[in-house]
């Protein structure tokens, strides 16, 4: 992200949200697999954010590898032996994604 200042009520407020989002994820209050999307949906946001900025990529691609798999809102939409199957597969993508995000952000 540049360092130029918000412009805009919307970038503080976007700013505001993307620091509050990635602090949960780091802090494992909120799985990665669940604060991704809604950070990458950010990143247009913020104002002064390049679309090759290495701190949202790391999430555009968790957002991307876990784009097939329910969230936990989703979960009761869902059939209980789809979730089951998929059980495996979402334990693995969470650590995954933790070690992921840890290595590349800059905090």
């Not at 970038?11 to 802090?27: F, N, T, W």
């Not at 999307?37 to 990529?57: A, C, Q, T, W």
Request: hydrophobic fraction near 35%.
């Amino acid at each position: 992200m540049t360092d130029r200042p918000a412009r805009t009520e919307e970038e503080i407020e976007s700013r505001k949200k993307v620091v509050s989002l990635a602090q949960d994820m780091l802090g494992g209050k909120l799985p990665f697999l669940e604060g991704a999307n809604p950070l990458y949906g950010l990143s247009i946001k913020v104002g002064g954010v390049e679309v090759s900025d290495p701190d949202f990529m790391v999430f555009t691609g968790i957002a991307s590898d876990s784009d097939h798999l329910p969230l936990e809102k989703q979960r009761q939409y869902w059939q209980p032996e789809a979730l089951k199957r998929l059980e495996p597969e979402i334990k693995q993508k969470k650590k995954r994604h933790a070690w992921l995000a840890r290595l590349h952000v800059k905090i």
